[in-house]
């Protein structure tokens, strides 16, 4: 992120993810070169320890997401009353198809005028789907370009929904998607574009990994890491980039297929 870039952010909880979906500003500096930074990472929470929840735009829960928010954020504020804590962070929106919120839980946000979208009669997309839908069409009239949405807790427990999640940033590769979880984060690098990775060190790496997705890549260069690929073939069935190193501050990636980037995340 360019110093001189405003924040822009929407926080959104995700299935069954304590946080989920934030927008940052983010803008190409060249036509066919597209900059990566993580600094969304960079502990953002002032010093006691208030989440940054209420200075959203808009907060999004994705179904069974709101039983997080629900649970943990008093937990957050354990001198606090639960239920004080609890309007303090509500959601603006709940959307889903609504087989994973418990009904308490529903039936309270309902009572604090959270806006409930049943999507229960459309199976063929995934809760993090439906809200990123309605994400892109929160703001019509804003640059898609320079927005990131950040999904929390996407990566761990059930396989399906991982490979669900990971569809959904194929689905949507127009727009920059992350997914985080405790020890890692994946997003998509667009074959229209040349990529610049920027390392922050103190809260990434150095574990890293680029693999092709739709369609192998006949054809994979990259520099800062420790086995670069030169022109390098890459597909499922052959040589994927697993367990790689970066070894700088800057990861340059260029293919003619799509890829997904992931470095490790360190405890802070």
Same mark, same amino acid.
């Given at each position: 992120m360019l110093p001189s870039q405003? =924040?822009? =952010?929407? *926080?959104?909880?995700?299935?069954?993810?304590l946080f989920g979906f934030s927008f940052f500003p983010r803008r190409p500096l060249a036509m066919d070169l597209m900059h990566h930074s993580s600094t969304f990472l960079l502990p953002t929470i002032p010093s006691d320890h208030r989440p940054s929840?209420?200075?959203?735009?808009?907060?999004?829960?994705?179904?069974?997401? %709101? @039983?997080? /928010?629900?649970?943990?954020?008093?937990?957050?504020?354990?001198?606090?009353? %639960?239920?004080? /804590?609890?309007?303090?962070? =509500?959601?603006? /929106?709940?959307?889903?198809?609504m087989d994973s919120i418990r009904t308490e839980v529903l039936d309270f946000y309902t009572s604090l005028g959270t806006e409930i979208i049943d999507k229960s009669h459309d199976q063929d997309t995934t809760d993090l789907h439906k809200c /990123? *839908?309605?994400?892109?069409?929160? %703001?019509?009239?804003?640059?898609?370009? @320079?927005?990131?949405?950040?999904v929390a807790g996407a990566l761990g427990g059930r396989f399906d929904h991982e490979m669900g999640n990971l569809n959904v940033l194929c689905r949507f590769s127009s727009l920059r998607i992350v997914?985080?979880?405790? #020890?890692?984060?994946?997003?998509?690098?667009?074959? *229209?574009h040349h990529h610049e990775i920027h390392i922050l060190s103190s809260i990434e790496g150095p574990?890293?990994?680029?693999?092709?997705?739709?369609?192998?890549?006949?054809?994979? *260069?990259?520099?800062?890491?420790?086995? #670069?690929? @030169?022109?390098?073939?890459?597909?499922f069935g052959g040589l994927i980039s697993t367990s790689n190193i970066v070894t700088g501050e800057k990861v340059t990636v260029r293919s003619d297929s799509d890829l997904l980037w992931t470095i490790s995340i360190k405890k802070l």
């Amino acid at each position: 992120m360019l110093p001189s870039q405003r =924040k822009r =952010k929407i *926080t959104i909880s995700s299935l069954s993810f304590l946080f989920g979906f934030s927008f940052f500003p983010r803008r190409p500096l060249a036509m066919d070169l597209m900059h990566h930074s993580s600094t969304f990472l960079l502990p953002t929470i002032p010093s006691d320890h208030r989440p940054s929840l209420t200075a959203a735009q808009l907060r999004l829960c994705a179904d069974g997401g %709101a @039983n997080r /928010v629900y649970d943990e954020m008093p937990r957050l504020f354990p001198q606090e009353d %639960a239920s004080d /804590v609890r309007r303090r962070y =509500k959601p603006d /929106v709940i959307k889903g198809d609504m087989d994973s919120i418990r009904t308490e839980v529903l039936d309270f946000y309902t009572s604090l005028g959270t806006e409930i979208i049943d999507k229960s009669h459309d199976q063929d997309t995934t809760d993090l789907h439906k809200c /990123v *839908t309605y994400i892109r069409d929160f %703001a019509p009239d804003l640059d898609k370009s @320079n927005l990131c949405i950040l999904v929390a807790g996407a990566l761990g427990g059930r396989f399906d929904h991982e490979m669900g999640n990971l569809n959904v940033l194929c689905r949507f590769s127009s727009l920059r998607i992350v997914l985080l979880s405790d #020890d890692s984060l994946i997003h998509l690098l667009p074959r *229209t574009h040349h990529h610049e990775i920027h390392i922050l060190s103190s809260i990434e790496g150095p574990h890293c990994g680029l693999m092709p997705i739709g369609m192998p890549s006949s054809s994979s *260069t990259t520099t800062g890491l420790q086995w #670069d690929l @030169n022109e390098t073939e890459m597909r499922f069935g052959g040589l994927i980039s697993t367990s790689n190193i970066v070894t700088g501050e800057k990861v340059t990636v260029r293919s003619d297929s799509d890829l997904l980037w992931t470095i490790s995340i360190k405890k802070l």
